[in-house]
């Protein structure tokens, strides 16, 4: 029989292909999701790619009692935990949604896994929990800073909130970096609400014609071309991440019961760079212009990857080229 896995946020961008990989390394992803910030048309991709639809339960992580029938009925070996709200400019407009929803949501998914024995969690982080970093590449040891944002704070406190109980939970903490690109195949991919924060969804429509132009925010920043540096990490090389994570919580392989891992490809690359690589890979202008600095921004992060690479045995395998011809391959087949 194959290891049942929850995948709560099972429907959203990362969770959708997370979902996939589960699927082809031999486990039953479950999903839970609550529509919240997903769409039900990820079924039919995750269907059209793995040619099945997977167990979903539509509710809230944060339904005691709904989480806990559907917990009780699977008996997983293990549970990855997406479901979070993940705007940092709503989460600074709506904090207590934000700290309700992420913290809240841990909190009662933790109760619940304690009552059924269940001692093994996959834990959604960021990058943003280095606020600004003193040293560059950041490594999982690198001082965390005041979150820059309620967002950043609910990745930070829900880190203290497994560590602090590390006597009876098994945690692989993944701290994410900047996940773009789509299933190569272009069956899922992310879909934003309404006008996307992100750069990627923002210069994809901007290509497609749904947006005018891109507007890079900020050319003055003390970086090579004065826009800011992210880690982008295509979102396979990411959902893959969690299959390591899981094998080595079900293995019992873990050396400690918390464990962090920065999943992320090592590069940087300026705002100017990616769209002069979404040009050249795709063959296509991308119209923008400079703009103001956004409130809130990092002036430049990536990742160091020695420990992921070395601990976990993971590494990311794709290109920034295939993450943006990936991406502007979904955009596509959307639009
Ligand atoms: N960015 C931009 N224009 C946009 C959206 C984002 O110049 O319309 C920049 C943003 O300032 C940051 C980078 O792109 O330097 C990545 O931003 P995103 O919101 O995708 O991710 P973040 O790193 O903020 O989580």
Redesign the pocket.
């Known amino acids: 029989m194959k290891h049942k896995i929850i995948v709560t946020g099972g429907l959203g961008f990362i969770g959708s292909h997370t979902v996939v990989c589960l699927h082809e390394a031999g486990f039953e992803p479950i999903i839970i999701d609550n529509l919240s910030n997903s769409e039900a048309s990820a079924m039919d991709g995750i269907e059209q790619l793995i040619g099945y639809k997977p167990i979903w339960a539509n509710i809230d992580v944060n339904d005691k009692a709904a989480l806990g029938n559907v917990i009780k009925e699977h008996q997983p070996q293990g549970v990855i935990h997406f479901a979070a709200f993940k705007a ?1 400019g709503e989460s600074v407009e709506k904090p207590l949604t934000y700290y309700r929803n992420n913290v809240g949501g841990l909190i009662t998914l933790m109760e619940v896994l304690k009552e059924e024995n269940i001692d093994n969690l996959v834990f959604s982080s960021s990058c943003t929990v280095y606020g600004e970093p003193d040293e560059i590449p950041v490594k999982e040891s690198t001082q965390t800073k005041m979150a820059e944002s309620p967002y950043g704070a609910t990745k930070q406190i829900g880190e203290i909130i497994l560590k602090d109980n590390a006597n009876w939970l098994n945690t692989q903490c993944l701290r994410y970096f ?1 996940p773009i690109g789509a299933h190569e195949s272009g069956f899922i991919g992310e879909l934003p609400i309404g006008v996307p ?4 969804p ?1 210069l994809t429509q901007t290509v497609a014609g749904i947006r005018k132009e ?4 900020g050319d003055d920043y003390n970086t090579t071309d004065g826009t ?1 540096i ?1 880690d982008y990490i295509h979102v396979m090389d990411l959902a893959e991440a969690h299959v390591f994570a899981i094998n080595r919580l079900i293995n019992g392989e873990q050396k400690e019961p918390f464990e962090v891992f920065n999943i992320g490809t090592g590069n940087g690359s300026s ?1 100017l760079e990616v769209i002069q690589a979404f040009e050249k890979a795709n063959g296509i202008p991308v119209p923008h212009k400079i703009g103001p600095r ?1 409130a809130g ?1 990092v002036i430049q992060v990536w990742a160091e990857t020695t420990k992921v690479e070395h601990v976990l045995g993971w590494k990311a395998k794709r290109t920034l080229e295939t993450m943006l011809k990936d991406a502007w391959n979904w955009q596509t087949k959307l639009s």
Do not use: E
């Not at 924060?197 to 990627?200: H, T």
């Not at 891109?214 to 925010?217: A, D, E, H, Q, Y």
């Open positions: 940092v900047n924060n992100n750069l990627i923002y891109l507007t890079v925010f800011c992210r705002v956004r921004d």
